[in-house]
């Protein structure tokens, strides 16, 4: 008689044992989703805090005229900003020196080269008469994907003739 | 007496122990996960928050540079004229006509020693771009047709100081 209440109890407890590990599971199937997402929103934003930081601090290079075609993309750190129109050398630019630039970033968010990049920096230069119109945009390279883009104008001061 | 004295010890883990801990766990569980989410919801918020305002800041700085061009392009033409003293009317006029037409509302002051140009741009509801130009009294060959003497984000909104609450009297 014994033996067999003892038999039920542990019968219930296994089946209690059971019920606990499926419920557990199934909560923590439930919370490890909502960790994962958790975690793609933050890397999201920490991608398009690094994005608009860099597409806008070349903007910036752009709009105050301190940024050579040939140094563009790649110069970003070393660029002065004098903010002195009067020494812009945009204006002494010809339109077709402003060629389309490009840099790579590495998934800490330094600068690499193209074999170890995660994204890409492009910028393209539409040089009008007096305006200087310019495309710039952060992408990741392996799904090609936007992170963030910007259009910049740039106005070139014209010069006393006489 | 003796009977209580023979009773078996209860085991460590009783019926509904598992349970319980199973419970307590699934609740720790759950409060962080909705913290982390939280958080992070939080933070793609600002970020998203951060980059919208840098769009409207840039989308205002290209019609300031925009109407800097048109205003540029009156400036190098009324500067074409022989008559020197003819100058600052015509761009006067030329800058009114231009004013009326792109509805740029543009303020100048022509009174002073150096005239000077003022726009807004709207950033949003809330800031302007104010930009104003000093023209140049008299260009020498090589030299630009203003310089910008302010190129700056200010309020729209007025500020009002009143704000009093309803405490409890």
């Known amino acids: 008689m014994k033996y067999q209440r003892h038999n039920n109890t542990s019968s219930l407890f296994l089946l209690e044992l ?11 199937a439930l919370c490890i989703q909502i960790f994962t997402k958790a975690h793609l929103m933050s890397q999201d934003a920490r ?116 | 007496m003796r009977k209580q004295s023979e009773k078996a010890p209860a085991p460590f883990f009783n019926i509904g122990a598992s349970s319980l801990l199973v419970i307590f766990l699934i609740l720790c569980l759950v409060t962080f996960a909705i913290l982390t989410l939280t958080s992070a919801k939080s933070d793609a918020d600002f970020a998203e928050k951060l980059a919208h305002h840098k769009t409207n800041y840039y989308v205002a700085c290209n019609t300031a540079e925009s109407t800097l061009d048109e205003i540029d392009a009156v400036l190098a033409d009324a500067w074409q004229l022989s008559d020197t003293a003819a100058v600052f009317t015509e761009i006067e006029t030329q800058l009114t006509a231009l004013n009326s037409r792109e509805q740029l509302q543009l303020s100048m002051d022509f009174t002073q020693s150096e005239p000077t140009v003022s726009y807004a741009v709207a950033i949003d509801d809330k800031q302007n771009l104010c930009v104003t130009l000093t023209l140049a009294a008299a260009p020498a060959k090589g030299e630009a047709y203003y310089r910008i003497s302010q190129w700056q984000v200010q309020s ?12 409890m009297k």
């Open chain 1, 18 to 28: 059971i019920l606990a590990v499926l419920f557990f599971s199934v909560a923590s």
């Open chain 1, 47 to 162: 991608d398009l805090n690094f994005a608009v930081n860099e597409v806008s601090s070349m903007a910036e290079q752009i709009s105050a005229g301190t940024l050579h075609p040939a140094t563009a993309a790649s110069s970003d750190d070393t660029a002065a900003s004098s903010g002195d129109t009067a020494s812009d050398p945009s204006t002494q630019i010809s339109n077709d020196a402003w060629q389309d630039d490009t840099a790579y970033y590495d998934s800490s968010y330094a600068s690499c080269e193209k074999a170890d990049a995660v994204y890409v920096l492009t910028v393209h230069y539409e040089p009008e008469d007096t305006l200087l119109k310019a495309h710039i945009s952060m992408d990741t390279i392996a799904d090609n994907r936007n992170i963030y883009t910007l259009d910049v104008t740039k106005h070139r001061q014209r010069r006393a003739e006489s």
């Open chain 2, 156 to 167: 729209s909104g007025e500020w009002n100081g009143d704000q009093t609450l309803n405490l």
